[in-house]
Nanobody
């Protein structure tokens, strides 16, 4: 079992920045992928960004150039730096951990942290 604890959400004005953190603990594979998803009211959960232990990253088109995902493997922690935030970025953001062989969208999830961007 893997436990994920997120922090860093909050309320920010459009154009502002926030940094999310997610610390993983438990039975963690040395090779894994961690990432962020989000779910806005009335919408399905969607992929935001992901990063492997090797540092390979990928992003949703809607956040490219504005969000940056990074990780500290020694701390089993992943970060999401969000800049130039827009009201449409408002959502609950969920951290995800995925060991090898587990398809995207599955794995372990954090409890979520609310990000609200005011216009």
């Amino acid at each position: 079992q893997v436990q994920l604890v997120e922090s860093g959400g909050g309320l920010v004005q459009a154009g502002g920045s926030l940094r999310l953190s997610c610390a993983a603990s438990g039975s963690i594979f040395s090779i894994n992928t961690m990432g962020w998803y989000r779910q806005a009211p009335g919408k399905q959960r969607e992929f935001v960004a992901g990063i492997s232990t090797g540092g390979n990253t990928n992003y949703a088109d809607s956040v490219k150039g504005r969000f940056t995902i990074s990780r500290d493997n020694a701390k089993n922690t992943v970060y999401l730096q969000m800049n130039s935030l827009k009201p449409e970025d408002t959502a609950v953001y969920y951290c995800n951990y995925r060991p090898p062989g587990i398809p995207p969208g599955l794995g372990s999830w954090g409890q979520g942290t609310q990000v609200t961007v005011s216009s």
